[in-house]
């Protein structure tokens, strides 16, 4: 599933995707939702980090069911 998702993503994400060995903020445009779940589920599936050291925040209740919607399906 992961990486049906990342076929379908731009450039840009995919590039913020890949970065993994610091913090990072995502802020405007669209498709910070989709880029912020497949983050997430990269770090689990590609780079092994433990679900419990990651932290993600969104202000939106509805990006927020769709994290955690995606996220957990894609582990």
Known sequence: ????????????????????QAPQLILAGAGKTTTITAKIAYMVEKENIDPSQILALTFSKEA????????????
């Open 1 to 20: 599933m992961l990486d049906s998702l990342l076929s379908t993503l731009k450039p840009r994400q995919l590039s913020s995707i890949k970065h993994t």
């Open 64 to 75: 927020a069911r769709h994290m955690l919607t995606n996220a957990v399906s894609s582990e």
